[in-house]
């Protein structure tokens, strides 16, 4: 008999929660009762899983007890409140924000990459219960960079994002569409999510400063690629705001420790799991963002060597920010828990 797990997603109602809802049911994962968490302004609204109605939750009311996994994606405030409750609850958290991905004892984990370190986490009886989904830029990044430092060590990385603005939120998506549309017909423009005019415009500028002049957005790249694949990695990074509704690309420049050549980055990137490659050095023949909305695989395309330094390297990587940038990651973790770690759930 196939087992069934009861599975709470919390910030159901959001871009990340209704991607994951969707994946779960696209995956056939083995869900006995699903719970749909969000704040007190969504209770009592619906939504569909397998052709059946549920009914969305309030968070604050809800006990996690007859939960064994809980996916986690309301913001950096609740899931600090909340996820701990959870873990306590004995259910194992997947969260989403960037609250717990820095904790010592959190994994943070990108399935085709750093899934080993889920062991030491299983084997730790004074395990925290929860287990961090990494930034969505940052995932795309270490799923293309994991092959070739394994490969030819990467010493330095200078990394350019252009992100859409689904990764700030439902909110967000319709301020770019409003702007769009005030812009067309003559009216004035509403700024609430952004700092900025987002609408035919780019904003060098995601999350907070901090002091050293990043931002933490900036600061998330740095330390969660020095924590997933290699605390020696060097990077520096500067996250733009672009107004594409779904999909992140990245320009990524790397500095290897030895020769590799753009032919040889091709296959080890062509055969890692989860990474496709598109580059055919002519008109079309590179991914961008509008073309991957909805797909699974993070792309690579415009790889070629950087001969103004020694052993650098050029790629362009694109996503699907809500999905392998989140919802899928999470569901994929938790994919592995069921698989390999049942016997904890
Ligand atoms: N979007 C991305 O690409 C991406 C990628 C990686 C990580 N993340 C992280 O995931 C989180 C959510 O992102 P999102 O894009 O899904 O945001 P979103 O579309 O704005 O959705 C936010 C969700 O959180 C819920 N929520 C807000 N306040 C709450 C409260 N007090 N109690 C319970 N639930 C509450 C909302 O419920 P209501 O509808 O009831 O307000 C909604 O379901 C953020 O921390 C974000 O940084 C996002």
């Not at 809800?62 to 996916?71: H, P, R, V, Y």
């Not at 008109?283 to 052993?311: C, F, H, L």
Request: hydrophobic residues 40%; glycine residues 6%; aromatic residues 8%.
């Amino acid at each position: 008999m196939s087992v069934e797990y009861n599975i709470a997603i919390v910030g159901a109602t959001g871009n990340v929660g209704r991607e994951i809802i969707q994946i779960l049911e696209d995956k056939n994962f083995p869900v006995d009762q699903l719970f749909l968490l969000a704040s007190s302004r969504s209770k009592g609204q619906t939504i569909e899983f397998k052709g059946e109605k549920l009914l969305v939750e309030d968070l604050s009311e809800f006990d996690f007890s007859k939960t064994q996994i809980a996916l986690f994606s309301p913001g950096g405030k609740i899931s600090a409140e909340f996820a701990p409750k959870a873990a306590k609850a004995g259910c194992i958290v997947i969260d989403n924000t960037s609250h717990f991905r820095m904790k010592g004892d959190v994994p943070l984990i990108v399935p085709e990459v750093n899934a080993k370190d889920l062991e030491s986490f299983f084997n730790n009886d004074e395990r925290s219960n929860i287990i961090a989904n990494p930034n969505c830029s940052t995932i795309q990044m270490v799923l293309a960079l994991k092959p070739l430092h394994d490969k030819a060590i990467i010493n330095r990385v200078v990394v350019s994002t252009y992100q859409s603005v689904s990764g700030a939120g439902k909110d967000a998506m319709d301020e770019l569409f409003n702007q769009t549309k005030g812009i067309y017909s003559n009216n004035n423009i509403e700024k609430n999510k952004f700092t900025k005019q987002i609408a035919f415009n780019v904003i060098p500028h995601i999350d907070s400063f901090v002091e050293n002049g990043n931002t933490k957005e900036e600061e998330k790249m740095v330390n969660e690629t020095k924590k997933i694949i290699d605390e020696g990695i060097k990077l520096s990074a500067t996250c733009v705001r672009v107004p594409v509704f779904i999909g992140h690309a990245e320009s990524i420049n790397i500095e290897f420790d030895s020769p590799l050549s753009d032919k040889d980055a091709t296959e080890l990137l062509k055969n890692f799991d989860g990474v496709s490659v598109i580059d055919y050095r002519k008109d079309e023949g590179y991914i961008t963002p509008v073309e991957i909305a909805g797909e699974d695989k993070v792309y690579v395309s415009r790889i070629r060597n950087d001969y103004s330094v020694e052993n650098g390297l050029n790629i362009w990587v694109v996503a699907d920010n809500l999905r392998k940038g989140a919802a899928l990651n999470a569901v994929q973790i938790a994919e592995i828990l069921v698989q390999k770690y049942h016997s904890y759930l």
